[in-house]
């Protein structure tokens, strides 16, 4: 794309993922105009200092002319962000999100979504667990996957605008799939909800352990606790609202992780090392198959800097 996607988009929320879009439109040249706005006062001020755009001090003056607006809030939040900005959206502006719910997203916006405004959710798979303004970084999207769940059978204007913001997102270095609304909340259930859930279970269970008291879970930690308390550090906020809104995908996907996980506590029960062998490998497998598909390196990380030494 020869030249900016955008004159002006505006960046409703400037947490990770508002701060990260802003850094790399700016470092990609893909919004000539970048404006942030967060309702937060607290936070507005601490991304003025960032370099991040023009912070502004209303909705209205950061949606005024954007030809893109990204809701980049908890999904809870969508309706109520939608509807504050809706009187100040201009006709052919494109309205999208970057939840990790797509259908509860997509109801919410178009409640209140102004005719004229091209309708189009989407979902960076990318993040850290890191929170605010200050977590963001340019290279967030570089080579990750954007999914874009767009309107079904809509006029050629809405879908030139579909091609216009997914040439956005490939300018900051995202790979992009669309994908039904429903399917993408089916397959992100199983692939961040879920794993998700149990990281928060998990160490709330260790929390809950006498030997936590002593300081034995936490002096002894070993890689894939770590693994599990750095997912568990999440945003508490965004991940409570997920929950709420892809409750049946997300309930449907325990069901079926609960009895596979009832199966392996009767193989150790009973000693069936034949099961846990056979289980075990074939989860070996779908780790060689993300590492082979470049979603990840198979580099040994055991949770620290490069430049410490093992003991």
Partial sequence: MAGPAFEKIAIMGAGLIGSSIAHAA????AARHVVLYD???DVRTRAAGLGLGDVVGTPAEACQDAGAI??????GAIAETTQAIAPHM????????????KESALSAMQDHCPAGVHLIPGHPIAGTEKS???AGFATLFRNAWHILTPLP???ETYNSAVDRLAGFWEMLGAKVEIMDAARHDRVLAITSHLPHLIAYNIVSTAYDMESVGEGEVVKYSAGGFRDFTRIAASDPVMWRDVFLNNKDAVLETLGRFSEDLAA??????WGDGDTLMREFERARGIRKAIIEAGQ???VANFGRNSDETET
Avoid: H
Avoid at 26 to 29: M, P, Y
Avoid at 90 to 101: F, K, M, N, Q
Avoid at 264 to 269: E, F
């Fill in 39 to 41: 309702s937060s006062e």
């Fill in 296 to 298: 990840d390196s198979a």
């Fill in 26 to 29: 700016r470092e990609a040249g």
């Fill in 153 to 155: 059978a809509q006029e």
């Fill in 132 to 134: 605010g303004p200050e």
């Fill in 264 to 269: 392996l506590q009767r193989a150790i029960r």
């Fill in 70 to 75: 990204f809701l980049c809030v908890p999904v």
């Fill in 90 to 101: 201009s006709r052919g502006a494109i309205l999208t999100d970057v939840g990790s719910v």
